[in-house]
């Protein structure tokens, strides 16, 4: 094997190890901003849900983070999806700061509907 290959050979191997060491860098790194979340402890408090897109929902210019495992229930108690739920509204929200600038939302619980309120209500949301 001529020393041009064996040389073409070491750098692919190096590069592979960079680009492996990178990916994995890049992948722990994800979720830093909710890392600090599971070290304190959830916030409760009673809040007017302005308007809501995607995955948050607004509450005087701050987005709280909604994912799967959000809990959302309606005025009776029933479960229901993001795209379910009215703005605006007053509900009860229990969510925990975040490392990031958004809030991460546990549960949220529809106290009351404002005047307006429909499950539309995606204004004021992130573009």
Do not use: H
């Amino acid at each position: 094997m001529s020393s041009n290959c064996l040389k073409t050979d070491v750098f692919k191997s190096i590069r592979g190890v960079v680009t492996v060491f990178l990916g994995t860098l890049f992948l722990l790194s994800m979720p830093v901003c909710w890392a600090g979340a599971a070290d304190k402890p959830p916030i409760q408090k009673r809040v007017v849900i302005d308007a809501k897109a995607p995955g948050v929902v607004i509450v005087n210019g701050a987005y709280y983070a909604v994912t799967d495992a959000t809990l959302i229930l309606d005025i009776l108690g029933k479960e229901i999806p993001l795209c379910d739920l009215p703005v605006p509204c007053e509900a009860d929200l229990e969510y925990q700061e975040t490392e990031g600038p958004d809030f991460l939302c546990l549960v949220i619980e529809i106290r009351r509907l404002l005047t307006g309120a429909d499950t539309q209500g995606t204004s004021g949301g992130k573009d």
